[in-house]
């Protein structure tokens, strides 16, 4: 199971939001690309970037912090979500050297974009599913939708989507424990793996998904406990490769 380090963006910053509310946000760092280097140093072996002004604006709008995080680190795996609507996103994200590009809004609005996408560039393709109680979120999180996280994974499940990157809207930020169950059914009912997000806090986050890893969770994604020191990303990673031996 992947330890997937989160940097925010917001105004050229690193910064963590909770509940993805942009007027709750705490900067950690003035410069992206040393935070990333931070956790590169530290054993990552993906990293996970959110374009949270791009969620709001529907386009890019941190993609030169992006694309120089891609530049210094060149065989790092990358994965970039907010404000991906457009081919052209995609392509130039992929061109900067991202591994993934993360569809979210888009995909619960327009599935048949997912569909088409997974077709143009095979391999590339994250859906990201924000849900509030099994509800799925839009436009940054200030939307929430009358459909169901597992119902829409599960339009997805033939199309050639990468993975899942699901959050659990009411954990994210608020350390409270990430939403196991809520993850590993997820990943069970669409056949798709799913990458954990919101909530992980501590190592016994990281243990009880890695305990349900089998039920098609990938990896976890961690932000603030990684800032604020209640967990270790080398000490994590370690942890979950023993797992697997």
Known sequence: ???????????????????????DSTVFSENPVDVAARWVDA???????????????GEPVNGEIVNAIAKRFPDLPIQIGGGIR????????????VQWVIIGTKAVKEPEFVTGMCKRFPGHIIVGLDAKD?????????????????DLASQFANDGVDSIVYTDISRDGMMQGVNVEQTAHLAESCGIPVIAS????NMDDIQR???????????????????EGTLDVAEAQAWCDQQEK
């Open 43 to 57: 054993g990552a072996r993906r990293l996970h970037l959110v374009d949270l002004n791009g969620a709001f604006a």
């Open 134 to 150: 099994g509800l799925v979120a839009t436009d940054g999180w200030a939307e929430v939708s009358e459909v169901k996280a597992t």
């Open 1 to 23: 199971m992947l330890i997937i380090p989160a940097i925010d963006l917001k105004d050229g910053k690193c910064v963590r939001l909770r509940q993805g509310r942009m007027d």
């Open 209 to 227: 998904l890695s305990a349900e890893a089998d039920r098609g969770i990938l990896g976890a994604i961690t932000g603030r406990a990684i800032y």
């Open 198 to 201: 919101g909530g992980v806090t």
């Open 86 to 97: 457009s081919a052209e996103t995609i392509e130039a994200y992929l061109k900067a050297g």
